[in-house]
DNA sequence: GGGCCCGCAGGG
DNA sequence: CCCTGCGGGCCC
């Protein structure tokens, strides 16, 4: 495949070869792609040997075998090696004019992943079987000589290609129509100008080349996390909630079900162990029809919104959906911009126009947090977003998490000020627009300009809580991730309003191991040791950490926790004060083994009364009362454990206290056996005992909400502007 | 394609 | 309880 010898002329009619210009006569033009060649570079098996010849001659590049965007009959792709299959099939998906880019991404995905992978409808053989693969036909051999980019003549990167099916570096891509070329480089046909404006990464081919690595590196190791299409299985039962809902199908549905277990406020990569159903945790490349979809894999949960986080815990992921224009995005590193400034009257969910400054508040503000602490967030990308090579072509999809370097606030495009972030990608998995195998190196970071007027500026001090690790080359958590303020409820995501219910369901072995789960192996303690800093782990545990005093236990990527080299510095995996003087004599904490082994007698299977599963956060002091507060605990007691241990049982660091602040605030004055159908509108005592048991229904709510609109309204009568939540309970009338 | 409208989740 | 939100389908 000497293609490299086998170049036609250029856009500018210059041969690639001897950088001549031929006259027309010493050229042959392909009756496929329409591209001149010189007649004296050509390789002489090549050229057409009669005039005949001459006026049907297809070039190198679209004869037939090896045209790298024709579909080939099936007959002939049946006959050539494994390998060949791959790029064949994958052509072949591509150039299907019956299926939408969603149900291609899906082919394509069944395509490489292993395990029951099909080429095709009619064709079983799985191409990842390397036994089907000519040793000196490989993939890369291949692709070398029929992907190149068609300017620099090496594989492309960010392969982009035209519709013509030329393929271009996207840097190459970009330069050419820099220059103003409106022509293919290759074939001279007209470029879009949605194309040459707007390159879309071909995906296809990455995987292809991303595969045809592997396949040389002679990488094993199952199917590579490529691209990942989720599967429609379990979706939600109850999906809808509203008749107008039924009818289309997804507008004002209420969302489905969560499938995966990590909590809302999770960060970092979704992992296997989250996810039950089918044990591979949320995969970089993965994609979803629409962020509905994308919410139930707990990638990003918000439906709307393009933020998740909350102001003071930090935020764990972003959508780029195009929804503010300031956006800049270049893949590995991109710019964005906060939420806010709009005017959200008349009932608008989103607004394209600003209208006022953004600030560092709220979602905004949760960005910022994230980036003082160096926290990994989870990026999506929508197909929405239209001005970025690096969006899908459909869908919602998941690429990896990125740290947030910098913020800052500029004079947005509008005229208003906007919240920027500085993201730089670092996961471990290689982006799905990079035919790289590997996953981020950290880099230097990219100049912006926009910082020269910016305002507010915000760099991150100190060491970010995930970051790089040389020794195990991989980035992982350095700092512990904050422990999360929410609940879960039997593997689903429980929010909001369905918390308290939650709580109060946990059971006793979930309770024991949210209060007293040592922070290493996550189980419940034995032998519990509390540090001077007021952490706490099993002895074993603590002890093991720093065997050989030289090591101290830490997050590998893949959350496991492992040894890593600490050079004779102990520190505690919490919170990494220093534990030498500690770990001398360590003392078993036996006020809090009697806690839990107290809890651990008790009848686990016993129902527990509201009461008695209340969070126990709101524990606090001393130990010698903790065994009369089992009994008192059993005994359906308020006060259960309340005046508890000297130290507190692990989790003590801010994130537990604003999670006891949370769950006080919210819980603990409730009534009890309030039924979770009367929610926020029984406040107090509005409802009678004997009512509480009914729900309210949502036409009551209805009529409440009117009355109450009916009030505000006599006060604000005439008001010119109406508001949302005015314009809201209008429309309830 | 753009405007309109809405349920819903979640922050505070 | 109120406000916010880079959705999504329908109608025109």
């Avoid at 999360?484 to 039997?490: F, H, L, P, T, V």
């Amino acid at each position: 495949m000497a293609h490299v010898s086998q170049l036609p002329c250029n856009g500018d009619g210059t041969c690639m070869i001897c950088k001549k210009n031929p006259s027309p006569d010493d050229t042959f033009t392909c009756r496929t792609c329409a591209t001149p060649w010189h007649v004296t570079c050509l390789s002489s098996s090549s050229c057409p040997q009669t005039l005949a010849d001459a006026l049907l001659w297809d070039c190198p590049d679209c004869s037939l075998a090896d045209h790298p965007h024709l579909p080939l009959p099936p007959s002939i792709a049946g006959k050539i090696g494994g390998s060949d299959k791959l790029v064949v099939a994958i052509r072949a998906i591509e150039s299907d004019d019956s299926l939408n880019e969603l149900e291609k991404a899906r082919r394509r995905q069944e395509l490489v992943s292993g395990g029951g992978a099909r080429l095709s409808d009619d064709d079983g053989e799985n191409v990842k079987n390397k036994e089907g693969i000519n040793g000196d036909n490989d993939v890369l051999a291949i692709l070398d000589g029929n992907i190149n980019c068609s300017i620099c003549m090496q594989l492309p990167e960010r392969p982009v290609t035209t519709p013509c099916g030329h393929n271009f570096c996207l840097k190459c891509f970009q330069k050419w129509v820099a220059q103003g070329k409106r022509t293919c480089a290759n074939c001279r046909n007209q470029i879009p100008s949605t194309v040459a404006s707007q390159p879309r990464i071909n995906s296809a081919l990455v995987i292809a080349i991303r595969m045809a690595k592997m396949e040389k590196s002679n990488i094993t190791g199952g199917a590579p996390k490529v691209y990942h299409f989720v599967h429609n299985q379990n979706r939600p039962d109850k999906a809808y909630t509203t008749e107008r809902a039924k009818k289309p199908g997804k507008a004002n549905a209420c969302s489905g079900k969560i499938f995966v277990t990590v909590p809302p406020d999770h960060f970092g990569p979704i992992l296997a162990e989250n996810d039950p159903q089918r044990k591979q945790g949320v995969l970089v490349g993965e994609t979803w029809q629409d962020r509905m979809e994308c919410r139930q894999w707990g990638a990003h949960l918000p439906h709307v919104a393009g933020i998740a986080g909350q102001s003071k815990y930090g935020a764990q992921s972003v959508a780029l959906s195009g929804g503010y224009i300031d956006d800049e995005d270049h893949g590995e590193w991109f710019l964005y911009t906060g939420s806010g400034g709009r005017d959200l009257s008349g009932n608008k969910r989103t607004n394209k126009a600003q209208s006022f400054d953004q600030k560092f508040e709220k979602l905004n503000e949760a960005l910022r947090l994230s980036c003082r602490k160096g926290y990994p967030v989870r990026v999506v990308r929508s197909h929405k977003e239209k001005r970025s090579s690096y969006a899908p072509e459909a869908g919602v999809r998941y690429d990896g998490v990125y740290r947030i370097e910098k913020c800052w606030r500029k004079n947005g495009i509008q005229g208003y000020k906007v919240c920027r972030y500085l993201f730089v990608r670092c996961d471990n998995d290689p982006a799905p627009w990079t035919s790289d195998i590997h996953g981020d190196q950290p880099r230097p970071l990219p100049a912006i300009k926009e910082l020269k007027n910016a305002i507010d500026i915000t760099e991150r001090k100190g060491s970010p809580s995930w970051d790089y690790d040389e020794v195990e080359g991989c980035w992982m958590w350095k700092n512990p991730p904050p422990c999360s303020r929410k609940q879960m409820n039997d593997g689903n995501i429980v929010s909001g309003k369905k918390r308290r219910r939650a709580k109060r369901t946990l059971s006793a072995r979930e309770k024991l191991l949210k209060e007293f789960s040592c922070q290493i192996c996550r189980d419940v303690m034995t032998s519990p040791l509390t540090t001077p800093c007021a952490h706490n782990f099993c002895k074993a545990c603590l002890e093991g950490a720093f065997a050989g005093q030289s090591f101290t236990r830490q997050r590998t990527c893949e959350g496991r926790r492992t040894l890593r080299a600490q050079k004779n510095i102990m520190k505690c995996p919490s919170c990494s004060n220093d534990l030498a003087e500690f770990l001398q004599n360590p003392q078993v904490n036996r006020e809090l083994m009697t806690v839990i082994e107290s809890l651990q007698h008790r009848n686990v299977g016993e129902e527990q009364s509201d009461e008695s599963s209340k969070e126990v956060d709101s524990r606090h002091e001393e130990t010698d009362a903790a065994a009369d507060d089992i009994e008192m605990s059993s005994a359906n007691n308020h006060n259960n454990l309340k005046s508890g241990m000297e130290v507190k049982p692990q989790r003590t660091d801010k994130f537990k206290s604003a999670s006891a602040r949370n769950g006080n605030s919210s819980c603990q004055a409730r009534p009890l056996l309030e039924p979770p159908d009367v929610e926020q509108g029984t406040k107090g005592g509005s409802v009678k005992p004997e009512n509480r048991g009914q729900q309210t229904s949502a036409a009551e709510r209805k009529l409440k909400q009117t009355k109450k609109r009916k009030k505000s309204s006599n006060a604000t009568s005439n008001v010119g502007v109406t508001t949302r939540s005015k314009r809201a309970k209008l429309t309830t009338r």
